[in-house]
């Protein structure tokens, strides 16, 4: 699971704890920038939620990317 959002957002550090509760592979990202694609390698599924802030274009560009290297 890969939540999306600033490090400083309740909402979305109350996403993190509710997914990390639920998957143990989870990771807390604010860019792309912050996550290494070879960490998905080893799952079937990946899920993606984010932070009620969080920039549409940030999700879009993480969604894009584990679409074409998941």
């Known amino acids: 699971m890969i939540v999306i959002g600033d490090k400083r957002s309740s909402n979305t550090q109350k996403l ?3 997914c990390g509760k ?3 592979n989870t ?3 604010q860019t ?3 996550f290494d694609m070879n960490q998905l ?3 079937e599924t990946v899920g993606i939620t984010a932070g009620a802030s969080t920039p549409n ?3 879009e560009e ?3 990317n584990v ?3 998941f």
């Open 41 to 43: 390698r080893s799952v």
């Open 27 to 29: 990771y807390y990202i």
């Open 32 to 34: 792309l920038d912050d």
């Open 67 to 69: 679409r074409i290297n």
């Open 16 to 18: 993190f704890e509710i």
């Open 22 to 24: 639920a998957c143990l």
């Open 57 to 59: 274009n940030i999700i």
């Open 62 to 64: 993480v969604q894009n």
